[in-house]
Structure formats: structure tokens, C-alpha cells
């Protein structure tokens, strides 16, 4: 049972353009959800995190909303460059605070020149 | 560097051999973390150590799998007897008591496992 899921598995955008990653959830029991970044033979990065009780959250370039009744996440970059490709995931932390973190697949960008 | 370091980086084995992957978390950080990631997917939670103690390890896969923090630093996992299945990128993270609740976690660069 897939409980955070990136139904998109690729994304291609021109440089200078937004970039709108999507994420989906199916548990209304996390506490905080989080964007990480990975470069080829690099372990993931921390990008952003948005908590649960809020609905955007802002960092220079990135932006992450939540939808909770959706139960829908999103990261916008704006605008994209291309050192920003990379596989991005979504993650999601359970309310029971283990330090449990559930990814979804990962989408792959592409920003280009 | 100050970052989680993991050994070995790359490790081919056959199948039915014993594995040890090494994990030296950034120095301070109380807690560590070991994560699966398998191709096409994003990584899967294995365990989670606050000091030397085990808090989480629902999910490690079976019993062939156990993982050690001795002294709350350095964590080993341990597999037994490999299977094919097993292949995988084993990612290991830590991070400073507290912080690991919001889900900010530094991640080693990960020790490719191909058992063959």
C-alpha cells in the first residue's frame, strides 16, 4: 500500500520556466511533509518541509503548497534552472514520530538550457 | 568531510553470503537512520536508532537483516545469508536529537549492494 505516491515519473522544462511537482498522499496521519533532491550517486538532500497545519511554505526559489483535503502536495520552482535537475521526492512523516520518513517514487527533471 | 560517511561504496556478493555495511554518522547527531532504495523507488525505512538503542526497526524487511549502534555512533547492518532480492542502495542518515521528528535528515551518498 503505497501511502505517498508521485504519479509522474519524469518532467522536462526550459530554463527560466516553473516547475510544478506533484505528490499525493492517502494517510491524513503525518505530521510534516517534506521535498528532498537527489543528484546521481548522491545521497538525498533536504529542499523544503511545509507543516501539517499549514498551507504554503516559501524558500527563495521554492515554494510548497498543501492541500489537505485533497491530500495533495506540490512543489513549485520558480524559475527553474538547470543545476536544479535532478530526482525529487516527497516525503512524509507519520504523527507517531519514530523518525519514520515514507517517500514516494521520485520524480526525475529535467531543466532545459 | 563533516557528512555521513558510508563504506563500502560499492560491494558484489553471491548469493548466501554475509554483508556488512558501515555507517559514521555526522559527529553530534544522536540519531541514525538506515533506508533501502530500490530502482524506480524512493527509499524505504529499514531502522532508526536514538543513541545506541533501536526505537524503530518495523522495517526491516526479515530476520536475515539486524543492525548495530554499540556505542551511538557508528551503526553496522548486517545482512545474512543475501538473497538477488536484496540488491539495493542501503542509505544511512542522521540527525541531531529533535530535528529528526520534522523529517530533516543528512544522508550518506549510500553502499550499493549487488548480490548476484
Known amino acids: 500500500d503505497q501511502q505517498v505516491k508521485q504519479n509522474s515519473p519524469s518532467l522536462s522544462v526550459q530554463e527560466g520556466r516553473i516547475s510544478i511537482l506533484n505528490c499525493d498522499y492517502t494517510n491524513s496521519m503525518f505530521d510534516y511533509f517534506l521535498w528532498y533532491k537527489k543528484y546521481p550517486a548522491e545521497g538525498p538532500t533536504f529542499l523544503i518541509s511545509i507543516s501539517s497545519i499549514k498551507d504554503k511554505n516559501e524558500d527563495g526559489r521554492f515554494t510548497v503548497f498543501l492541500n489537505k483535503s485533497a491530500k495533495h502536495l506540490s512543489l513549485h520552482i520558480v524559475p527553474s534552472q538547470p543545476g536544479d535537475s535532478a530526482v525529487y521526492f516527497c516525503a512524509a512523516v507519520p504523527s507517531s514520530n519514530t523518525g519514520k520518513l515514507i517517500f514516494g517514487q521520485g520524480t526525475t527533471l529535467q531543466v532545459k538550457p | 568531510g563533516a557528512g555521513v560517511s558510508q563504506t563500502p561504496s560499492n560491494k558484489v556478493t553471491e548469493k548466501g553470503k554475509y554483508v556488512e555495511l558501515r555507517c559514521d554518522p555526522i559527529?553530534?547527531?544522536?540519531?541514525l537512520y538506515w533506508y533501502r532504495q530500490s530502482l524506480g523507488q524512493g527509499p524505504e525505512f529499514l531502522i532508526y536508532f536514538q543513541g545506541t538503542g533501536a526505537a524503530d526497526d518495523s522495517g526491516l524487511p526479515n530476520d536475515r537483516f539486524f543492525a548495530v549502534r554499540p556505542e551511538g555512533s557508528v551503526s553496522t547492518l548486517k545482512i545474512q545469508r543475501t538473497e538477488r532480492g536484496d540488491s539495493a542502495v542501503y542509505l544511512c542518515a542522521s540527525s541531531p536529537s529533535g530535528t529528526g521528528n520534522t523529517g530533516e535528515l543528512f544522508f550518506g551518498e549510500g553502499s550499493r549492494l549487488t548480490v548476484l
Open positions: 559527529s553530534g547527531h544522536t540519531a
